[in-house]
């Protein structure tokens, strides 16, 4: 069964610490898609960037090891893998005894890419390499200090998008307001958004109001981000068009999805001050 209420997802569980594939929970991304008039071929490309901070396991001798890991699945995958169940599923390797940081990344990319459907890369950082991290915002203009009145907050309204077919230009919007809540716990998702395009001018206050009306609105990371590039695409007929999401982690993982309508793009990985 691949529906939420079937997975582990806002219920009590015992945390185990040994090696166990079998937590981690594919919900697939149709469904989804179908909501948005989206079946066959995509109008986008992109990846789910996920960091997870809370990953450590043995060494042969029984030290244990931490390390910071990255992990890109593509748009294109059939699944999304349910945010809890990762988190289950890195924590059996605390007490799991594996040859050195490349033998864990082999096991995370098998066992990733067999949840999702389709190739996910995996890219670890050991604590020798921590000094390096560091903390870069979004580039872009922030439309966040706009003059608006706002009062809608409980679904997405795309009819305050709109653009001046007038005014063509390239620029990149930034914005830190973006909230959802998730779809089974309820529990607030929080994120700052670029949107990167070329093509008519986006009127900044309709943009921020589209973007605030998201606040009561449940769906999981990846959809709230497919939603947002499709009403743009569909109300603003942008020449060119990414949309980038930087949601604050919870339960040591963040998820970050990027669509683009170009192929090939691939996002840097900004570690934001929130997360």
Known sequence: MTSAEHSLLGKSVA?????????????????????????????????????????????????????LAEFRVPAASPNIIESKSFKLYLNTFAQTRLDGADAVAQRLRTDLSAA??????????????FAQETLHELDGDCIDGVEVDIDDYD??????????????????????????????????????LQIRYRGPRIDRAGLLRYLVSFRRHSDFHEQCVER?????HARCAPHYLAVYARYTRRGGLDI???????????????????Q
């Open 15 to 67: 945390y185990r610490d040994e090696y166990d594939a079998s937590l981690l929970f594919p919900i697939p991304r149709a469904g989804k898609r179908a909501e948005l008039g989206l079946s066959g071929a995509l109008p986008f490309h992109g990846v789910d960037i996920w960091n997870a901070y809370e990953l450590s396991w043995l060494d042969p001798r029984g030290k244990p090891v931490v390390a």
């Open 116 to 129: 999702a459907g389709a190739a996910v890369e995996v890219r670890l950082q050991t604590a020798a390499g």
């Open 155 to 192: 679904a997405p309204r795309p009819d305050y998008l709109h653009g001046d077919a007038a005014g063509i230009v390239e620029e990149t919007l930034v914005s830190h307001l973006l909230k959802s809540n998730c779809p089974v716990t309820g529990q607030p998702d929080w994120a700052s």
């Open 228 to 232: 947002i590039w499709c009403d743009l």
């Open 256 to 274: 970050n999805p990027f669509r683009s309508s170009e192929a090939g793009e691939a996002p840097g990985n900004p570690r934001g001050a929130r």
